[in-house]
């Protein structure tokens, strides 16, 4: 499966956004699914952060540091899932990448465990 991102860009902070992530090649619906950022100046896919998931049972979970303010959802008629983020922060500026586990459930601190991953969007939050 492919997954691809789009949707980020620079705010300001208190902002908003909405991240999207398409799929092709197979059914998101059949997936554990999770939205994922990295810091800059870290490269290794094991300095990944999971900020939100949902799992292929509609399980949901959120990072403590973003909880309140980012919000994961899924389109199975549009293989499309989104994260909408509200009242943005500069310390959330990372690139964010879409991530999918064929399981029942992905976690936050095992991405080596994604089995395929986006190539990511930036998120910029500075005044």
């Known amino acids: 499966m492919q997954l691809v991102e789009s949707g980020g860009g620079s705010v300001r902070p208190g902002g908003s956004l909405t991240l999207s992530c398409q799929g092709s090649?197979?059914?998101?619906?059949?997936?554990?699914l999770a939205w994922y950022r990295q810091f800059p100046g870290s490269e290794r896919v094991l300095d990944r952060e999971?900020?939100?998931?949902?799992?292929?049972?509609?399980?949901?979970k959120y990072a403590d540091s973003v909880k309140g303010r980012l919000t994961i959802t899924r389109d199975d008629a549009k293989n499309t899932l989104y994260l909408q983020m509200a009242s943005l922060k500069p310390e959330d500026t990372a690139m964010y990448y879409c991530?999918?586990?064929?399981?029942?459930?992905?976690?936050?601190?095992?991405?080596?465990?994604?089995?395929?991953w986006g190539r990511g969007t930036q998120v910029t939050v500075s005044s």
């Open positions: 991530a999918a586990r064929d399981a029942s459930a992905i976690y936050f601190h095992e991405p080596t465990w994604v089995t395929f």
């Open positions: 090649g197979d059914s998101i619906g059949c997936y554990s």
């Open positions: 999971g900020v939100a998931r949902i799992d292929r049972d509609d399980f949901l």
